[in-house]
């Protein structure tokens, strides 16, 4: 691939720059949205996102992949307005994002009729808009590889080779589920370096990471900021350590932010929960601690710019 679909349309790979690989915009439940509006401000999501992703812009960043999907309210017409309004390349994704059941129309219905619906999502547009989709997202906890789970995870790979997009994963590195997504993609004859498994970064464990790169997987440490499975101290250790190991050419660095949250409101609970989160804590503190120990500017270019690109085109 040499060109990737944004929401404002398609551009080539060379041109997106420094990328957070791994971010939202807005994440939320739908069933509470579609039953209870009142809980919302649109207006006021709107606002929050593109406050952050302002931010972000000052400080260099060209391009944000945003891996909602079905399951956290995915909406591609909120992402065009903050991209068109920001003047910021964002790609969505498309994908289920299940811990275990699914949808009834998904669990009725075969692996083909579900890869189907994420190559329209690729192919065509999504939610009956034009907006297309640029890159694949499944995921699996501590819950493990469930029947749902595992459907979701072959339908990728499936929606991977009808269209030649990467996948990218979440992954509880506590219970090595992205082993066990990899052994199920090459299982499907996925090429394992168009998948990047994420939130590697949730452990210190330099043995499971170096499992899954040796696989030839990307990883994302793609967490900074959230405190609750290990400490920015730690992260940054492990970052550190995989750097001076020869792994630069297969990590991305981001933060999993959320601009808005069902999990945090209001905004003041996030904040007190993770005070440092957000769409530039990487650029403001991490980066600059990282070189203190030892990570150079190349080191960086080559995890903010060069991986994605390698990623999309391998």
Not at 8 to 30: A, F, K, P, S, W
Not at 79 to 105: H, S, W, Y
Not at 164 to 190: D, W
Request: aromatic share 8%.
């Amino acid at each position: 691939m040499n060109t990737i679909q944004t929401v404002n349309g398609e551009m080539h790979v060379e041109d997106l720059g420094c990328t957070l690989i791994h971010e939202h915009l807005r994440t939320r439940d739908e069933r509470v949205v579609k039953q209870f509006p009142h809980l919302y401000d649109h207006e006021e999501e709107v606002a929050l996102a593109m406050a952050q992703v302002k931010a972000a812009k000052e400080r260099g960043v060209r391009t944000i992949f945003d891996p909602s999907v079905l399951g956290l309210d995915r909406d591609v017409r909120f992402m065009q307005r903050v991209a068109k309004e920001t003047d910021m390349n964002i790609v969505a994704a498309t994908g289920i994002f299940t811990f275990n059941d699914l949808p009834t129309r998904f669990a009725f219905n075969d692996i083909e009729f579900m890869a189907n619906q994420f190559v329209r999502d690729l192919d065509v547009g999504v939610q009956n808009s034009s907006i297309r989709a640029g890159f694949l997202k499944c995921a699996t906890d501590i819950q493990g590889i469930t029947p749902g789970v595992e459907k979701v995870i072959r339908g990728v790979a499936r929606a991977h080779h009808k269209t030649g997009v990467p996948i990218m994963t979440h992954s509880h590195p506590a219970s090595e589920t992205g082993l066990k997504q990899l052994a199920i993609f090459k299982e499907e004859g996925v090429s394992l370096n168009k998948v990047l498994i994420g939130h590697c970064g949730d452990t210190d464990n330099l043995d499971y990471i170096e499992r899954v790169l040796d696989t030839g997987a990307f990883i994302g440490m793609d967490r900074y900021g959230l405190t609750h499975t290990l400490s920015t101290e730690k992260r940054n250790d492990t970052v550190i350590a995989l750097v001076k190991k020869g792994y630069a050419n297969r990590m991305f660095l981001s933060q999993d932010y959320c601009c808005t949250t069902d999990a945090h409101k209001p905004e003041e609970s996030k904040r007190a929960t993770y005070p440092d989160w957000s769409m530039t804590f990487l650029l403001d503190k991490i980066l600059p601690t990282l070189k203190e120990h030892g990570v150079s500017d190349e080191h960086i270019h080559r995890m903010m710019v060069e991986n994605v690109k390698d990623w999309l085109s391998n």
